[in-house]
């Protein structure tokens, strides 16, 4: 495993905490499937207050395995053409439950080293 | 087994007729059941959408439909399950998108599972479900 990777790991089981994604399909009705998984989730720092970011706004960071583990969000519609996006990453307009509160989320970055997946990030807010 | 837990086999919210095959949810070597439940959650349109819940014995290259949901024009639930340990007298051919309406086919189960939808008519609102308990 890549060592960022298995930092992060070390960090979650530590100090993460119990987080739900949620991917919902439809509108009126709709259906979701969720998954838990362990999360650091913090506010910004005032210097990361730029660019549409405000204080009233989390980053959440998970680990890519805990999705791969978890196969969430499951069966997808095959994707083609040359812009594919890996179907594993939570996208805008998920859900994150944190302590209770349903958050949206806004933006997601995962971050590579080399070719490997290390680390996700969103920024959620509601 | 490896990974029992539950999984999400389609969410497909559907319009206009389609015949798509979903991907596949894999790595559940030593399954020895599931239970299966498969919703359609029904906005207004459409005639018959059917989602066949299909098992692979050659990773990926020949897909077996195992259940057939069969849905119209109303929303519903309906589940069923399956398990490994059901002897086959017979030989199967595997069908693939052809299971009759509400049948399944036991005894048959592979290291993944995914969904095939076929629907006509034009649905509108419309979102098929299928879950999965694997164990």
């Known amino acids: 495993m890549n060592q960022e990777l298995a930092a992060l790991e070390r960090a979650l089981a530590r100090k993460g905490e119990i987080i739900t994604l949620r991917r919902s399909s439809g509108t ?5 499937f969720d998954v838990k998984l362990k999360a650091i989730v913090r ?31 499951g ?17 805008k307009n998920d859900r994150v439950i944190v302590q209770g509160r349903t958050r949206n989320v806004e933006s997601v970055g ?10 996700i990030e969103m920024r ?3 | 087994m490896l990974n029992p ?29 599931v239970s299966l439940q498969a919703r359609l959650a029904y906005g ?30 109303a929303g519903a639930v309906k589940v069923t399950n399956l398990s490994a340990f059901t002897p086959r007298i017979l030989t199967v051919a595997p069908p693939d998108g052809a299971l009759a309406d509400d049948t ?10 995914r969904v095939r939808i076929v629907t006509t008519g034009t649905y509108s609102s419309s979102v098929v479900s299928v879950r999965a308990a694997v164990r």
């Open chain 1, 28 to 32: 009126t009705p709709s259906t979701f």
């Open chain 1, 43 to 73: 506010g910004y720092t005032p210097q990361e207050l730029v660019g549409g970011i405000s204080q009233t706004d989390s980053l959440v960071i998970i680990s890519p395995n805990d999705l791969s583990r978890a196969q969430w969000p």
């Open chain 1, 75 to 91: 069966g997808q519609t095959p994707q083609t053409g040359m812009f594919v996006s890996d179907p594993r990453l939570p996208r």
């Open chain 1, 110 to 119: 995962p971050i590579f080293v080399g070719d490997e997946m290390v680390r």
């Open chain 1, 124 to 126: 959620v807010l509601g």
């Open chain 2, 5 to 33: 837990g539950l999984y999400a086999l389609a969410d497909r919210a559907i319009t206009t007729a389609l015949n798509e095959a979903q991907t596949p949810i894999v790595d559940l070597e030593g399954v020895t059941a």
């Open chain 2, 44 to 73: 207004s349109g459409g005639t018959t959408a059917k989602a066949y819940v299909q098992t692979s014995l050659d990773q990926g290259v020949t897909w077996i439909d195992v259940a057939c949901f069969a849905f119209a024009t």
């Open chain 2, 104 to 113: 399944v086919v036991d005894g048959l189960l592979g290291d993944r599972l």
